[in-house]
T-cell receptor, first 112, second 112 residues
Framework: GEDVEQSLFLSVREGDSSVINCTYT??????LYWYKQEPGAGLQLLTY?????DMKQDQRLTVLLNKKDKHLSLRIADTQTGDSAIYFC????????????FGSGTRLQVQP | NAGVMQNPRHLVRRRGQEARLRCSPM?????VYWYRQLPEEGLKFMVY????????ESGMPKERFSAEFPKEGPSILRIQQVVRGDSAAYFC??????????FGPGTRLTVT
């Protein structure tokens, strides 16, 4: 079935790296996405990765994609208190389909 | 360039009333998506529209819910005869022909 799974909670100290993991069941998607949601706010598109890539780096963000294991991760280097939020991975589930299936979100708490 | 606009930001309705949620996509975007987020959960896809057309409504409840995106004006998500279980945050997203979806701030519906 269609499923995107994430761990619910991650706590790190300011300045450390954070790694948020996601597993998905459908492998035909062209892109996979990471979104950030701050309390009471909408979702902010952080980054995305093409399915033919293994890695994408964008400033403090590194996305790793392991298609064989259907595993996606988001690494945030030098995590700051402003990075505290809920992070969602999203998968269109089907090539050409635009509806995104979201994981349940990982709440990142950054301790000063 | 203004982002995706949604109004109202907060809406309170009594059981049995109608709720109308509005979404104005980003300038130049012709694809609109509606998602629902229940408390402490991820977003669930509801419907995908282009101007005057419903493209994918696989996530819409069969009864009481409808959506439109007219030639002129915002997209409207309409919920008739609301029930307590409809209380949620409703997010609209828009995109160009590409797949990146940009989200609005959401409408938080409370049914009393």
């Amino acid at each position: 079935g269609e499923d995107v799974e994430q761990s619910l909670f991650l706590s790190v100290r300011e300045g450390d790296s954070s790694v948020i993991n996601c597993t998905y069941t459908d492998s035909s998607s062209t892109y996979l996405y990471w979104y950030k949601q701050e309390p009471g706010a909408g979702l902010q598109l952080l980054t995305y990765i093409f399915s033919n890539m293994d890695m994408k780096q964008d400033q403090r963000l590194t996305v790793l994609l392991n298609k064989k294991d259907k595993h996606l991760s988001l690494r945030i280097a030098d995590t700051q208190t402003g990075d505290s939020a809920i992070y969602f991975c999203a998968d269109p589930m089907d090539t050409g389909r635009r509806a995104l299936t979201f994981g349940s979100g990982t709440r990142l708490q950054v301790q000063p | 360039n203004a982002g995706v606009m949604q109004n109202p930001r907060h809406l309170v309705r009594r059981r049995g009333q109608e709720a109308r949620l509005r979404c104005s996509p980003m300038k130049g975007h012709s694809h609109v998506y509606w998602y629902r987020q229940l408390p402490e959960e991820g977003l669930k896809f509801m419907v995908y529209l282009q101007k005057e057309n419903i493209i994918d409504e696989s996530g819409m409840p069969k009864e009481r819910f409808s959506a439109e995106f007219p030639k002129e004006g915002p997209s409207i998500l309409r919920i008739q005869q609301v029930v307590r279980g409809d209380s949620a945050a409703y997010f609209c997203a828009s995109s160009l022909e590409t797949y990146e979806q940009y989200f609005g701030p959401g409408t938080r519906l409370t049914v009393t």
